[in-house]
């Protein structure tokens, strides 16, 4: 396979040049913070509101760390209850917020189209907070869910039915928030599954498919090298825990069902079936659905044809999950 016409075919060139223009300003900000932070101030905001049957709001945590969420409430529903679940943004973890337009869109669908109370968090960037700020705030969150629950969550909120997910970045916050989880004792939140959306792993090893999709888009590792260096600890290399996880959660008893969404232009992709590999051999329950033309960040565009698909893939684990945990 090459990164030849099969993934560029597929893509409106609306969508193309948002892609390019995307990597032209990864590429800024590799060469200089002072250029992410920039663009991070300028990048467009998307205010809290209510439409197309999904409401949302803020809440703040705590204030100084910027810890906060964005809470998505479907206002028509087919059922008496609701999952929850709580979102992970993508990012590389040195970019992007709930309140950024394409990951506002993508929980309101979420939210929308799953029928799910959806919890999206806000957690500290790198590199100016490195490892484990960000697991450290996933975990928080949860905390502070379960320890307001129906102050701030609707009634009709099935805390028995909770979900932890992410894309990228956010993929391997939700691992790493899952782990922490287990070993939490919670009052009310049960977690029954973790959705990881081609979750971002890594290691020293150059492995195949990071060398043969040099040339695929969104993602190369020029800019997963200063991803990780920007995130974990100095004088840390790929083979951190952080990044290297491999799915090893064999002291891990409570680790809930796990679907992992692997796309076939992404560079990523060993990583992942790595990952899935590791869950299997501690014993724990892993879906893995592909999709062969799939680039990294495909579920950013929903204009894309396997965004429906994947769409329909998470609603069915969730469905599936929720009948299980009853």
């Known amino acids: 396979m090459t990164t030849g016409s099969s993934w560029r075919d597929q893509i409106p060139w609306t969508t193309g040049l948002l892609i390019a223009a995307q990597g032209l300003l990864t590429d800024a900000a590799c060469r200089s913070n002072l250029i992410r932070r920039l663009l991070l101030l300028l990048e467009p905001k998307s205010p809290p509101y209510s439409a197309n049957g999904v409401a949302s709001s803020d809440l703040t945590v705590d204030p100084s760390r910027n810890l906060w969420f964005r809470l ?7 059922s008496s209850t609701l999952p929850l ?79 932890i997910a992410g894309d990228s970045a956010g993929g391997n916050i939700a691992h ?18 973790l959705v990881a959306i081609q979750p971002f792993f890594g290691g020293e090893e150059r492995t195949e498919s990071e ?13 997963t090298d200063w991803m990780w260096r920007s995130v974990l600890p100095w004088g840390s290399d790929r083979d951190h825990e952080a990044a290297n996880v491999c799915g090893d959660v064999t002291r891990v008893v409570k680790f809930p069902s796990t679907v992992v969404l692997v796309g076939g232009y992404d560079p990523l ?13 501690s014993g724990k329950e892993v879906e893995v659905v592909e ?13 894309l044809p396997q965004f429906g698909l994947a769409m329909a893939t998470l609603k069915e684990f969730i469905q599936k999950q929720s009948a299980v945990s009853k």
């Open 176 to 193: 790493h928030v899952t782990v922490r989880a287990s070993y939490h004792v919670f009052e009310k939140v049960r977690i029954i599954g």
């Open 291 to 303: 999709f062969p033309n799939a680039i990294h960040s495909f579920c950013c565009f929903p204009e």
């Open 211 to 223: 060398l043969r999709l040099v040339g695929a888009p969104m993602l190369n590792t020029k800019w």
């Open 269 to 281: 992709q060993d990583w992942q079936r790595r990952y899935c590999a590791g869950l299997r051999k």
């Open 85 to 163: 679940i709580f979102y992970f943004h993508g990012g590389g973890f040195v970019a992007f917020a709930p309140n950024s337009i394409v990951y506002d869109k993508f929980c309101r669908t979420l939210a929308r189209d799953l029928q799910s109370v959806v919890v999206s968090v806000n957690y500290r960037l790198a590199p100016d907070h490195r490892y484990p700020c960000q697991y450290e705030d996933g975990l928080e969150i949860l905390k502070f869910i379960d320890a307001r629950n129906y102050s701030i969550l609707p009634s009709s909120t099935d805390l028995n039915r909770c979900f």
């Open 72 to 78: 998505y409430l479907p206002s028509t529903t087919s």
